[in-house]
């Protein structure tokens, strides 16, 4: 998929990667995030980068596996309609079958078909379903490809066509294939409340899984009231630069055979606390012994929490004086109020793009580590303006110091710069209410 995968995220502890990305535009005093330009369009595939099909057993036939298809187009401007789909299966022959779904009309040979997608989204959903299948005889390690090909209706040329050489290769297989179902996201959820984890794992594979582990990550506003004696844990570093999460590493010995679903040996609880918001519990699974897994793309889930509470982001200024010539160190904060913290851990952008507009007769000629020169329409080009960008979380607490080195051209009784904080999150919720405190001035030369 071409969305950051939040899981991976809270892995490696990504914090700031995303920064490189954003641009200043749009209409305002605002600086925003960047939109895909309103005169391009672009058709994808969304296919897997490998499939496994599991070996016929002597004597029998190999079980279908469903192999999910969609179309994507990048542009939310414009709106894209009559998706078709191209399957060729040629490539398949001796090593596996397909059965075509009935949004799929195959040629007379049954190795092309064209699959109707209907409306074409901007972000990927399984379309298509195939099932897939060893064909009797076919050895483990004996390899086929798919082939597609894709056009819709709509874009900036009233056609799209999907780019050429997307495929998937098909490989038969033999051992466990274990998965957990995709959650509901929970919404509206109350601090304090306890939740629990929709946590099952289901081998659809051809062999016994002998135990299994799993890894699990929490993020700051959640906690794990249940604690399993076959896992280690790893609490958030409170002072620390990296995710705050809680995360767990498990083994357990339980054998999942083939068709065969099992559950941890105690409900999994988290209690959503008091500075929960916007919140995500990650949790995967592998077989032991590093025996490989037919099909890693359904082993981890991400379940999304998003707590009915609220954040108070707010500007503080400052007043300096000096004299013509002179250079005064102006240094406006930016802190969360709270109670509850805010994390863009789906994307990794910064939480709030805070715009510092200079105060008269002044120029910057030092710019605190994590601010840019910034232009957005309206601007006066007479004063300067800066786009500071935060981490991509905030704790209740922060307060972080923006220190300007701002020289005095020209003395200026009260001359007034502007500070602005423009909260930004991943979910299209306000999470801040009180907006007030959100602007402050940082005065050079008080008369007062």
Sequence with gaps: ?????????????????????????????????????????????????????TVA???????YRTLKLGLYHDNDNFTVTDGHLTVDISGLAGVAEVAWPDNCTPNAAGTVAVCDTGDVPTRYSAQVRLQVRA??????GAQGTIEYSAEATG????????????????????GPDLGIAAPQDATDVAPGAELTVPFAVTNTGNETAHGFTVQMWATYGLDVVTRYPQCTYAEP?????????????????TDIAPGATVELPAPLRLAVTDHALFDRFDYEVEPVDGITDLDSSDNGRAWSIVADNTADFAAHGTEVSGAAGDTVTAAFRFTN???????????????AVIDFYLPEGTTATSVPE???????????????????????WAKPGLDISFPFQLRIDRVVPDATGRVVVHPHTDKPVTFDPYTANNTAGVIVNPTA
């Design 155 to 174: 874009g900036p040329d009233g056609t799209l066509t999907a780019p050429e050489g997307s495929e998937t290769p098909v490989t038969v297989r033999s």
């Design 337 to 351: 109020d709270g109670p509850a913290w805010v994390g863009n851990i789906g994307s990794g952008d910064p939480v």
């Design 237 to 253: 570093d409170a002072g620390g630069t990296s995710m705050p999460t809680t995360h767990a590493t498990c083994a357990f010995d």
């Design 57 to 63: 057993p002597a004597g029998g036939t190999a079980q």
């Design 1 to 53: 998929m071409r969305s950051v995968s939040v899981g991976r995220l809270l892995r490696r502890g990504a914090c700031t990667g995303a920064v490189g990305a954003l641009v200043l535009t749009g209409a305002g005093s605002g600086a925003a995030f960047a939109d895909d330009e309103p005169g391009t369009d672009q058709l994808g595939i969304q296919a897997p980068y490998d499939q496994s099909v």
């Design 370 to 392: 994590g601010c840019e020169t910034a232009w957005t329409s309206g601007d006066d080009p007479a004063v300067g303006h800066y786009a500071c960008y935060p981490q991509m």
């Design 135 to 140: 064909v009797t005889g076919a050895a483990v």
